[in-house]
């Protein structure tokens, strides 16, 4: 274990100046947080404040929670293909990319966004929404049911796949409006 002595300023034999004591402690949260690529990706995320020792960060032991991962893997299919009734792995569907999504933790979800919208807890507004939640709506002109699902990322925004030939993408819930259901599933 690494134990650092912290020397006054004006004591001999200290030229680091007090800033070793700060070094370990960055160091420590460092390695908590999973090393170079895990911190590179919540910088990339969330900027710089997510190496910011706050409470969420240190409550969580500088490991992601389950909706923090789900997140993270519905980010990955970004830029991935929609295409309808087309066979292949470069297809993704709203269901699919949900599916992909809360596999990374271990979830099993139905393929189809109706049933997707029934699991898990209802979580009553967009205001207490938090990242990883399952967003759905009802689509049809006739009001049957749930559709479309996303993945909520937080700050109002989603991993979305639209529509057939188009993209993965993140965008603004406010697009679709508000959403018909949201449920928490981790």
Not at 153 to 179: F, K, L, N, Q
Request: glycine content about 12%; proline content about 6%; hydrophobic content about 40%.
């Amino acid at each position: 274990m690494l134990t650092l002595t912290r020397r006054a300023p004006s004591e001999p034999g200290n030229r680091l100046g007090g800033w070793l004591p700060s070094l370990g402690i960055v160091l420590v949260i460092f390695l908590m947080m999973g090393g170079l690529p895990k911190v590179a990706t919540l910088v990339a995320e969330r900027g710089p404040a997510a190496l910011r020792p706050s409470a969420a960060n240190l409550a969580a032991g500088g490991v992601a929670s389950r909706s923090e991962k789900v997140a993270t893997s519905a980010r990955r299919h970004l830029g991935t293909s929609f295409e309808i009734g087309l066979l292949g792995r470069r297809d993704m569907t709203d269901w699919l990319l949900t599916c992909r999504a809360y596999g990374s933790v271990g979830v099993t979800l139905p393929k189809s966004a109706a049933e997707q919208a029934r699991k898990g807890k209802p979580v009553r507004s967009l205001k207490v929404a938090r990242r990883g939640d399952l967003l759905g709506w009802d689509t049809s002109k006739k009001r049957t049911g749930i559709t479309h699902v996303a993945v909520y990322m937080g700050g109002g925004r989603m991993i979305d796949a639209p529509g057939s030939g188009e993209a993965v993408r993140e965008i603004a819930v406010a697009r679709y409006g508000p959403p018909d259901v949201i449920r928490r599933l981790v």
